[in-house]
């Protein structure tokens, strides 16, 4: 999984809006459920957690949807808990119903909600699976920054392989423990996670015509 982050003093580069597009935070749990295909019951557990979910509608028809964790948050694929530090976010669990997919939803619907909280964050940061390269030009296209691979090491523990960040990156990583690994990172996290819900029976390195180092045994 790979890591990206960015400052609220950093200036979001300008894109162009699709036309028709509104987005709202939502506490409509029935929607939420529809969209994110998850239970009532999860989505009030989200809600209770102080993590906030905004809906992008096109021509008031819900195009995507998104949420943003305060306080805590959860990666499932690579079973990480973590606090997060004081006016920082998390973004997470997007997604851009098939027939609105190309129109420049995510990363307009990305800096919306990194405007919604103003001066009461400072830092966000996000993560994308390597082999969904919409999702990475998507979050590149909003203005986060790559900070490095997520992975999980031989241990089963959250291992991260750093590009070269500030020393008050590396500070903010050290408080969320995404500390640094010296083992090879995993290319492939459908390989390589022991966390998985959801597996496919293909590895997502191949599928893109890259060698995999993840661990091919776990299929």
């Given at each position: 999984m790979s890591l990206y982050t960015v400052s609220s003093i950093h200036q979001l580069p300008l894109i162009k809006l699709p036309e028709g597009l509104k987005?709202?935070?939502?506490?409509?749990?029935?929607?939420?459920?529809?969209?994110?295909?998850?239970?009532?019951?999860?989505?009030?557990?989200?809600?209770?957690?102080?993590?906030?979910?905004?809906?992008?509608?096109?021509?008031?028809q819900p195009a995507a949807f998104g949420w943003m964790?305060?306080?805590?948050?959860?990666?499932?694929?690579?079973?990480?808990?973590?606090?997060?530090?004081?006016?920082?976010?998390?973004?997470?669990?997007?997604?851009?119903l098939a027939e609105y997919r190309g129109l420049?939803?995510?990363?307009?619907?990305?800096?919306?909600?990194?405007?919604?909280e103003g001066d009461d964050a400072d830092r966000f940061w996000i993560i994308h699976a390597p082999e969904n390269k919409s999702s990475l030009k998507g979050i590149a296209k909003a203005g986060f920054e790559y900070v490095g691979k997520?992975?999980?090491?031989?241990?089963?523990?959250?291992?991260?392989?750093?590009?070269?960040?500030?020393?008050?990156?590396?500070?903010?990583?050290?408080?969320?423990n995404f500390?640094?690994?010296?083992e090879t990172a995993a290319s492939c996290w459908n390989c390589n996670s022991p966390?998985?819900?959801k597996r496919v029976r293909s590895c997502c390195c191949s599928d893109a015509?890259?060698?995999?180092?993840g661990d091919p045994e776990m299929f």
């Amino acid at each position: 999984m790979s890591l990206y982050t960015v400052s609220s003093i950093h200036q979001l580069p300008l894109i162009k809006l699709p036309e028709g597009l509104k987005i709202e935070l939502t506490t409509d749990a029935a929607l939420l459920s529809t969209l994110g295909n998850i239970s009532v019951e999860a989505v009030g557990q989200r809600l209770s957690a102080n993590h906030l979910a905004f809906v992008a509608f096109i021509y008031n028809q819900p195009a995507a949807f998104g949420w943003m964790a305060r306080g805590r948050a959860y990666i499932g694929e690579l079973n990480h808990d973590f606090i997060l530090p004081g006016k920082n976010r998390y973004l997470w669990n997007f997604r851009t119903l098939a027939e609105y997919r190309g129109l420049g939803i995510y990363p307009s619907l990305l800096q919306y909600m990194m405007r919604y909280e103003g001066d009461d964050a400072d830092r966000f940061w996000i993560i994308h699976a390597p082999e969904n390269k919409s999702s990475l030009k998507g979050i590149a296209k909003a203005g986060f920054e790559y900070v490095g691979k997520l992975y999980a090491k031989s241990n089963g523990r959250l291992g991260l392989k750093t590009a070269s960040n500030s020393d008050a990156v590396h500070d903010l990583l050290n408080e969320m423990n995404f500390n640094p690994s010296a083992e090879t990172a995993a290319s492939c996290w459908n390989c390589n996670s022991p966390f998985l819900k959801k597996r496919v029976r293909s590895c997502c390195c191949s599928d893109a015509e890259l060698a995999c180092t993840g661990d091919p045994e776990m299929f």
